[in-house]
Nanobody, 115 residues
Framework: QVQLVESGGGLVQPGGSLRLSCAAS????????MGWYRQPPGKQREMVAR???????VYADSVKDRFTISRDNAKNTVYLQMNSLTPEDTAVYYC?????????WGQGTQVTVSS
């Protein structure tokens, strides 16, 4: 059974930082591409950042130079370091594992940026 469990969300002031974690089980983590997506209130889900098995990364333009995705294959975990947060970053953040023609999603973690 595949499980992706996100953690690290919460309430943060504008300009602050958060680090999200996504712990995976039930997959051979090291061969999967991993991604972070988000769904702002009333909007569609969008890609935030992705990292391949070979550690190549892709970022949405809106988060470049502020967010960093990384992975620790020994811990089966992918991270999203988020700096210089703005209210526009408020969303539910989801982790996705992609590989072998399958996609798996976590349940999401809420990030709220507000003063």
């Amino acid at each position: 059974q595949v499980q992706l469990v996100e953690s690290g969300g919460g309430l943060v002031q504008p300009g602050g930082s958060l680090r999200l974690s996504c712990a995976a089980s039930g997959i051979i983590f090291s061969i999967y591409s991993m991604g972070w997506y988000r769904q702002p209130p009333g909007k569609q889900r969008e890609m935030v950042a992705r990292i391949t098995a070979g550690r190549s990364t892709v970022y949405a333009d809106s988060v470049k130079d502020r967010f960093t995705i990384s992975r620790d294959n020994a811990k089966n975990t992918v991270y999203l370091q988020m700096n210089s947060l703005t209210p526009e970053d408020t969303a539910v953040y989801y982790c996705k594992a992609q590989g072998g023609g399958r996609d798996y999603w976590g349940q999401g973690t809420q990030v709220t940026v507000s003063s």
